[in-house]
């Protein structure tokens, strides 16, 4: 319960598959040994540096949700970025993540849920509010307090009027 509450308290997907993307893009460089094909890097050190950034923006989107706008273009643009640095975004599968990751993490707004949101009943909430409104409809509330039976009288535009007689 804890952890889904901080979960929706924050973009928190969004950061996922940010410092995904941000791991992806570090694994294939420290992976070149094991790969049979030759990969070509424009920079080593920018594909490291763009890793490494995209897996703190990530974190940083956890941690300081309030920064969720700036962080989540930080991530677009790093993201575009890999695919020059980066062997085409990590074979287009960290440059995707990350895009989506900045995207999501730009368009996440905090939820505030007040007492009587409409979207949150539940049926004991509408019921209960039917029998109230049942019992309202049927309870007389104009009365006097001598004759609590009769209902109150609406005042003399509510009485019939005689017709003015003309004297001629």
């Known amino acids: 319960m804890i952890m889904r509450s901080w979960r929706r308290s924050r973009p928190f997907w969004g ?28 920079t080593v050190g920018a594909s490291y540096l763009l ?3 995209m897996v703190i923006a990530g974190v940083l989107v956890w941690l300081q949700p309030g920064q ?25 599968i960290g440059m995707v993540l990350g895009l989506l990751g ?5 368009a996440w707004t905090p939820v505030s849920q007040p007492a009587n949101r409409f ?9 209960a509010a039917v029998r109230r409104l049942a019992a309202r409809m ?19 535009a509510a009485q019939p009027r005689e017709p003015d007689r003309v004297k001629g």
């Open 15 to 42: 950061g996922l598959l940010i410092v995904a993307a941000g791991t992806e893009l570090l694994s294939i460089p420290l992976a070149l040994d094991a790969l049979p094909v030759a990969l070509v890097f424009g």
């Open 51 to 53: 890793a490494l950034v």
């Open 68 to 92: 969720r706008v700036f962080l989540g273009l930080i991530a677009v643009l790093l993201s575009m970025a890999s695919f020059v640095y980066s062997n085409l975004g990590g074979f287009l």
């Open 102 to 106: 900045g995207m999501l993490t730009v």
């Open 119 to 127: 979207d949150t009943l539940n049926a004991r909430i509408v019921l």
């Open 138 to 156: 049927k309870a007389r509330r104009w009365t006097t307090a001598d004759d609590p039976g009769q209902p109150v009288d609406a005042g003399p």
